[in-house]
């Protein structure tokens, strides 16, 4: 089980940017999370979705401005990002783990990480 990140870029404070995480099959039975690292700063949890994808999570500094979502028939994960600040520049990862859960502690499987910056 394999998953890839893309949609990471340069973008302008109070931009927009939509990430996908792509996984090597169904996300069906897999709870959803990204992350975030910053240089020199701990990784973050951003937001997290459950197995069954009506439970979600926001992280306090971007709640209401990001979205999380997914589409099953693509397996693909997505987080929108709007009114995009300076201090959200960071790698963004994107993991999964399997079974039943909402926003576990851990993950099993990671993507490699896009960036995201956001810079004028």
């Known amino acids: 089980f394999q998953l890839q990140a893309s949609g990471g870029g340069l973008v302008q404070p109070g931009g927009s940017l939509k990430l996908s995480c792509v996984a090597s099959k169904s996300l069906k039975y897999y709870a959803i999370g990204w992350f975030r690292q910053a240089p020199g700063k701990e990784r973050e949890a951003v937001s997290c979705?459950?197995?069954?994808?009506?439970?979600?999570r926001y992280g306090d500094s971007v709640n209401g401005r990001f979205t999380i979502s997914r589409d099953i028939a693509k397996n693909t994960v997505y987080l929108e990002m709007n009114s995009l600040k300076p201090e959200d520049t960071a790698v963004y990862y994107c993991?999964?783990?399997?079974?039943?859960?909402?926003?576990?502690?851990?993950?099993?499987?990671w993507g490699q990480g896009t960036q995201v910056t956001v810079s004028s």
């Open positions: 993991a999964a783990r399997d079974g039943t859960w909402f926003c576990p502690d851990d993950y099993t499987y």
């Open positions: 979705m459950s197995t069954s994808g009506d439970g979600t």
